[in-house]
């Protein structure tokens, strides 16, 4: 039982957890400016079910591909043997239903629109990976399908708490949803032999891996150019996309052949992460403040 559990663990991506709870926790409690039990349920769920319905799905249908694939196996992605893919997509269901169910409870009946958020974030988790959609061999979808898994956090928290959409609410989520594309866009680069020869399609394997990298540094330009229309201290966030392109620009003229290297840039790309999203914290703090 216990390795079980450290497998079924393992593949919800811990390392990944707060990519996803924090956007829906920043924005429910910064438009509703309370702690409550919607927060604290939602906040539960988009920190371990729902990455382990997303990753997990994922790790059970990739698994052929994975074996393929040097970098699987660690803390960028689980090599879950077939013995463990029943019980990880039965702990996902298990541990998710409940917590919906109770979103929608203590959502109440007024603000619709977050049902059909999280009813579309649901269904991002499920048709990226799962057959016969698997968006993720879709490419371009892919990406967009990948952008709305961490953009439907928080945008499920702005409609649920009933947040007016004003133009710089709008370009801070637009800018979230540049940042998305671009991260998995170059996220795809380093898989582009093992996943050509799992005959698996991406933005990567259909584009190149050159012409890939710098799509991501335009996307993330675009997402920096995005937060200057926010207010202030949000242009601010304008810098944050800098680093993002400092790391990756060195392989903007990477071969196909050589696009394994770009594992390097992506592994700057974890660590930046956690300081984009410190410098993020402290950029609401500002904001919260100065109201």
């Known amino acids: 039982m216990t390795d079980t559990f450290r497998h079924v663990l393992i593949a919800s991506r811990p390392l990944s957890w707060i990519n996803t709870a924090y956007p829906f926790a920043a924005a429910y409690i910064l438009t509703t400016g309370r702690i409550d039990a919607l927060l604290v349920v939602g906040t539960l769920f988009f920190l371990i079910p729902y990455n382990l319905l997303m990753y997990g799905i994922n790790d059970v249908f990739d698994y052929e591909s994975d074996l393929r694939n040097p970098r699987k196996g660690g803390a960028e992605g689980a090599l879950l043997a077939p013995r463990y893919h029943r019980i990880t997509v039965i702990a996902g269901i298990v541990t998710a239903t409940p917590l919906v169910v109770a979103m929608l409870v203590l ?25 016969p959609l698997r968006f993720k061999e879709r490419p371009v979808l892919d990406s967009i399908t990948s952008s709305t898994h961490f953009v439907t956090p928080a945008l499920y928290g702005l409609t649920v ?28 680069v380093q898989d582009v032999i093992p996943d050509r020869e799992a005959d698996i399609a991406s933005i990567a394997t259909v584009f190149g891996a050159r012409a890939t990298v710098r799509i991501a540094i335009v996307l993330w330009a675009l997402a920096g150019l995005g937060m200057l229309a926010t207010e202030w201290p949000g242009p601010l966030g304008a810098i944050l996309a800098l680093p993002y392109i400092v790391v990756v620009w060195p392989y903007r003229s990477v071969s196909d052949a050589e696009s394994g290297l770009s594992n390097r840039a992506w592994r700057h790309f974890l660590a930046l992460n956690y300081i984009s999203g410190f410098l993020v914290t402290l950029l609401l703090i500002v904001w919260v403040l100065a109201r």
Do not use: D, K, R
Not at 166 to 187: E, K, N, R
């Open 107 to 131: 959502g109440g009946t007024g603000h619709p629109a977050s049902w059909v958020v999280l009813a579309v974030s649901l269904f991002a988790v499920v048709a990226y990976s799962m057959p």
């Open 161 to 188: 708490a009933g947040a007016e959409f004003t133009l710089p609410l709008v370009a801070i989520v637009v800018a979230f949803f540049f940042w998305g594309l671009a991260s998995h866009a170059f996220g795809a």
